[in-house]
């Protein structure tokens, strides 16, 4: 099992930035990817960046390349989420998720953060 809490959501102006926090527990970190998604009402859930524990290689939707980095902090086990130069249409839940790197749908899930972007 692997429990996530996300912090670090809130009210911004368009262009500017928030940084998103995803705090992970549990034995075999290690073995998973962890995942940043949003959803905004009336529309589906959306993938937004992906790392591993291990490596350094991360991956992310083209909405969100060269604006949004994820990146982790292991002695935290903490994942982030920075997100530069905001648009009103990023407004939306965000959440972390994780899976076992063995399987290809997403397991664990936090509660979410909310991110408003003002015009």
């Known amino acids: 099992q692997v429990q996530l809490v996300e912090s670090g959501g809130g009210l911004v102006q368009a262009g500017g930035s928030l940084r998103l926090s995803c705090a992970a527990s549990g034995r075999t970190l290690s073995r998973h990817v962890m995942g940043w998604f949003r959803q905004a009402p009336g529309k589906e859930r959306e993938f937004l960046a992906a790392?591993?524990?291990?490596?350094?290689?991360?991956h992310y939707s083209d909405s969100v390349k060269g604006r949004f980095t994820i990146s982790r902090d292991n002695a935290k086990n903490t994942v982030y989420l920075q997100m530069n130069s905001l648009k009103p249409e990023d407004t939306a839940g965000y959440y972390c998720?994780?899976?076992?790197?063995?399987?290809?749908?997403?397991?664990?899930w936090g509660q979410g953060t909310q991110v408003t972007v003002s015009s």
């Open positions: 998720a994780a899976r076992r790197v063995i399987v290809r749908e997403y397991e664990f």
């Open positions: 790392i591993a524990w291990t490596g350094s290689s991360a």
